[in-house]
C-alpha cells in the first residue's frame, strides 16, 4: 500500500477535529442544526488553517442522514459515499486551472438539475480569486438566486481580489491562523499515534515554524521524519533539515553589529552560508529576533508577548539593553527592505553582506535615523572621556579668540579668566562650555566670543541669577543632553536644538530654535513626561514651559551667581528680571 502524507492523513474529517477555528465550526453547526443553511458563503484566509476541510464537512453534514450536534456522522451511506468521493453531489474545482467563462457555464447548466440522492448539490471552488473577470460575471446570476437544492461554498487566499459584487452574495468567514500552541498539542497527538520519536523543543520549533498553517506543519514533521527514520528526531535535527538557525547565532549577530565589528558579522554570514543555511529565512528570522528585542524595550510584560523559553528571554533582555529603540527600528528597516529584495536576487549573499556594513557603519546611509545613531555614538564616546579627533578646535584657531588659553570658558576668552580665581573660572567653564550652554542645539561646538550666527561680535552678557535657580540650571543644562536620550525616540529628534534658561524658582523655559520641532515639544504630554522624567531620575521638582526663539535674539547670555560674580570678578552685573 502506498504512503500517505501525514496532512492527507490527518486531515480533519468532522467539525470536533478541526483546530483553532471555533468562532466557524460552531456557526455552521448552529447552522445545520436550525436549518437554516445559506446558499453561499466564502471561506477566506491563509493557507493550511482548514478552508477546505471545513468545506467537506460542511458538504457532508448538509446531506448526512444522522447529523450529531451539526456534525456529519461518518456511516451513512451519503457521507461514506462523499468520503469516498463517488458522490455526485459535491463537486470540488480548482479555479486556478479551470478558471474560463466554459466552466462556469458547466456548473450553470449542471444546478438546473436536482439531486438524485440526498439533499444539497455543494460546489466547493478552490482558490476563487484565480477565475476571469468573464467567469465572475457568469457566476454572478447563478450564486445570486440559486436553486434551493445547490450551495456554493468558494474558498481563497486572496480575497482583495473578489469582486464586490461576489462578496456581497455570500456569507463571509475570516479563518484566523492557527495559534503555535495549538499546532504544538495536534503535534504530540500525531507523533505519538504515528510512533514518532521527538524532543519537545523541536515539536515547538515546528508548530512555530508552521506560521500558524497546521497543513505547513504536517509537511515539515514529515519532512524531518524521512530525513532521521527510526531516530529520535532532535531539536538540533529539526535545525539541520530545514535550514534554520539557533537564537544564539542571532544574539552573537546582533552584539557585532552593535558593536561595528563589520568582520565578525561577515563571518558569522560566512558560517550561516557552510553550513547550508537558508539565507532569506536567516534574514526573516533576524528580523522577528529584532522585533522581539523592541517589545522587551517598549512594552509592559512583554514576557507574554514573546513566545521562547526562559533562558531565551534572559538573553534577550540582556541584549535590549546594548542599545535603544530608533536603532533597533533601523535595523528593522534595513533587513526589510533587504527581504524583500532576496525574493528575486541571484547573489543573495552579497546583497546581506551590504546590509550587514549598513548596520554596521550608519555613515554610510545619508537618513536622518543614521544620523541620529552616529550621533549617539559619537556622545558616547565623549561620555566615556574619548574625544574624537577634530571635534573640538585647537587653542587659537577659533576666529575672535575665544579659546586663547581658555580650557573651556566658552565665550570668555583666556584674559578675561585670568584673575577670576579657579572656582569662579570653573563657573563660567560649566555655564558656557559646550555641554552646558548648548548641548545638540549647535553641533556640540563652544560658543565663539563673538556669539553664535546672527549676534557678530557681540560680547557676551553676564545676568545674575538666585545661587538655588544656578543650581537647577546647571544641573539640567549638564545633564540636557542624557535626558533628552534617555527620554527615546518619541521627543529627542524635537529637542536636538533646543536651550535651557531660567524662568523662575523651580521653573526652567526650553527654547526652540525651529518652529516644526516647538509645535512637537510644547504639547503637554511631552512637558509632562520630561517633568516626571526629572523628578525620578535627580529628585528635583522642576516645572518646564516652552518659546519659541525670536529673530536675532542673543544666544551667548551667561548665568552666574551675584555673589559669586560679585566677590569674584569685580564688574557690574545686570539683574534679570522674572
Same mark, same amino acid.
Given at each position: 500500500?502506498?504512503?500517505?502524507?501525514?496532512?492527507?492523513?490527518?486531515?480533519?474529517?468532522?467539525?470536533?477535529?478541526?483546530?483553532?477555528?471555533?468562532?466557524?465550526?460552531?456557526?455552521?453547526?448552529?447552522?445545520?442544526?436550525?436549518?437554516? %443553511?445559506?446558499?453561499?458563503?466564502?471561506?477566506?484566509?491563509?493557507?493550511?488553517?482548514?478552508?477546505t476541510s471545513v468545506a467537506k464537512i460542511f458538504a457532508r453534514a448538509v446531506n448526512c442522514e444522522n447529523p450529531a450536534d451539526g456534525s456529519p456522522c461518518g456511516q451513512c451511506p451519503a457521507c461514506r459515499a462523499i468520503l469516498e468521493g463517488s458522490s455526485?453531489?459535491?463537486?470540488?474545482?480548482?479555479?486556478?486551472?479551470?478558471?474560463?467563462?466554459?466552466?462556469?457555464?458547466?456548473?450553470?447548466?449542471?444546478?438546473q438539475y436536482p439531486p438524485t440522492e440526498g439533499r444539497y448539490r455543494v460546489y466547493i471552488i478552490d482558490?476563487?480569486?484565480?477565475?476571469?473577470?468573464?467567469?465572475?460575471?457568469?457566476?454572478?446570476?447563478?450564486?445570486?438566486?440559486?436553486?434551493?437544492?445547490?450551495?456554493?461554498?468558494?474558498?481563497?487566499?486572496?480575497?482583495?481580489? %473578489?469582486?464586490?459584487?461576489?462578496l456581497s452574495r455570500c456569507q463571509r468567514y475570516d479563518f484566523r491562523r492557527i495559534p503555535a500552541e495549538t499546532i504544538a498539542a495536534r503535534l504530540k497527538q500525531v507523533t505519538e499515534t504515528e510512533g514518532i520519536s521527538i524532543e519537545d523543543k523541536a515539536v515547538t520549533y515546528l508548530s512555530k515554524a508552521a506560521d500558524g498553517a497546521f497543513r505547513d506543519a504536517l509537511s515539515l514533521l514529515d519532512q524531518c521524519v524521512a530525513f532521521h527514520f527510526g531516530e529520535t528526531l532532535?531539536?538540533?535535527?529539526?535545525?539541520?533539515?530545514?535550514?534554520?538557525?539557533?537564537?544564539?547565532?542571532?544574539?552573537?549577530?546582533?552584539?557585532?553589529? %552593535?558593536g561595528g565589528q563589520t568582520k565578525d558579522c561577515i563571518l558569522l554570514l560566512e558560517e550561516m552560508v557552510m553550513q547550508g543555511r537558508e539565507l532569506g529565512q536567516f534574514i526573516n528570522d533576524f528580523i522577528w529576533y529584532l522585533r522581539n528585542l523592541l517589545l522587551i524595550q517598549t512594552a509592559e510584560d512583554a514576557a507574554g508577548l514573546v513566545d521562547m523559553s526562559e533562558e531565551n528571554l534572559r538573553q534577550l533582555e540582556e541584549d535590549g539593553k546594548l542599545t535603544d529603540g530608533s536603532s533597533l527600528m533601523r535595523f528593522i528597516r534595513i533587513l526589510s527592505e533587504l527581504s524583500n529584495q532576496l525574493r528575486y536576487a541571484s547573489q543573495k549573499r552579497i546583497l546581506i553582506e551590504i546590509a550587514l556594513i549598513k548596520l554596521t557603519k550608519p555613515q554610510m546611509e545619508a537618513n536622518i535615523d543614521s544620523l541620529?545613531?552616529?550621533?549617539?555614538?559619537?556622545?558616547?564616546?565623549?561620555?566615556?572621556?574619548?574625544?574624537?579627533?577634530?571635534?573640538?578646535?585647537?587653542?587659537?584657531?577659533?576666529?575672535?579668540?575665544?579659546?586663547?588659553?581658555?580650557?573651556?570658558?566658552?565665550?570668555?576668552?583666556?584674559?578675561?579668566?585670568?584673575?577670576?580665581?579657579?572656582?569662579?573660572?570653573?563657573?563660567?567653564a560649566g555655564n558656557a562650555g559646550a555641554a552646558g550652554v548648548y548641548p545638540g542645539g549647535f553641533s556640540g561646538a563652544p560658543a565663539p566670543a563673538?556669539?553664535?550666527?546672527?549676534?557678530?561680535?557681540?560680547?557676551?552678557?553676564?545676568?545674575? %541669577?538666585?545661587?538655588?535657580?544656578?543650581?537647577?540650571?546647571n544641573l539640567i543644562r549638564n545633564e540636557w543632553g542624557n535626558i533628552i536620550r534617555q527620554m527615546g525616540m518619541s521627543i529627542r529628534p524635537s529637542f536636538r536644538d533646543t536651550v535651557v534658561e531660567p524662568s523662575g524658582d523651580s521653573c526652567l523655559c526650553i527654547v526652540f530654535s525651529d518652529p516644526i520641532n516647538y509645535a512637537i515639544g510644547n504639547r503637554p504630554s511631552v512637558i509632562g513626561s520630561l517633568e516626571r522624567f526629572v523628578a525620578e531620575k535627580y529628585g528635583k521638582t522642576i516645572y518646564f514651559k516652552t518659546r519659541q526663539r525670536e529673530t536675532g535674539e542673543r544666544a551667548n547670555t551667561i548665568y552666574v551667581s551675584d555673589e559669586e560674580l560679585k566677590e569674584k570678578i569685580h564688574m557690574d552685573i545686570s539683574i534679570e528680571e522674572e
Open positions: 500500500m502506498s504512503y500517505t502524507a501525514l496532512y492527507r492523513k490527518w486531515r480533519p474529517s468532522t467539525f470536533q477535529d478541526v483546530k483553532g477555528q471555533d468562532h466557524i465550526v460552531q456557526t455552521l453547526k448552529n447552522q445545520i442544526v436550525s436549518g437554516r %443553511i445559506g446558499h453561499a458563503y466564502l471561506f477566506c484566509g491563509t493557507r493550511g488553517t482548514g478552508k455526485m453531489n459535491v463537486v470540488e474545482i480548482d479555479a486556478a486551472s479551470n478558471n474560463g467563462v466554459e466552466n462556469i457555464r458547466d456548473i450553470r447548466e449542471q444546478v482558490e476563487v480569486h484565480m477565475l476571469s473577470i468573464g467567469a465572475f460575471n457568469a457566476l454572478l446570476k447563478t450564486l445570486e438566486e440559486p436553486p434551493g437544492y445547490v450551495i456554493f461554498i468558494l474558498a481563497t487566499t486572496e480575497v482583495h481580489k %473578489i469582486p464586490v459584487t461576489i532532535t531539536y538540533d535535527n529539526v535545525l539541520d533539515i530545514l535550514g534554520a538557525v539557533d537564537q544564539t547565532i542571532f544574539s552573537r549577530m546582533f552584539r557585532a553589529v %552593535i541620529l545613531e552616529r550621533i549617539e555614538q559619537l556622545e558616547a564616546r565623549v561620555e566615556e572621556g574619548i574625544v574624537p579627533a577634530g571635534a573640538f578646535p585647537a587653542a587659537g584657531q577659533v576666529p575672535g579668540g575665544a579659546f586663547n588659553g581658555a580650557s573651556a570658558g566658552g565665550a570668555l576668552s583666556g584674559a578675561a579668566l585670568a584673575g577670576a580665581g579657579t572656582e569662579a573660572a570653573a563657573a563660567f563673538g556669539g553664535y550666527p546672527g549676534t557678530p561680535e557681540t560680547p557676551p552678557r553676564q545676568v545674575a %541669577i538666585p545661587p538655588a535657580q544656578l543650581e537647577d540650571l
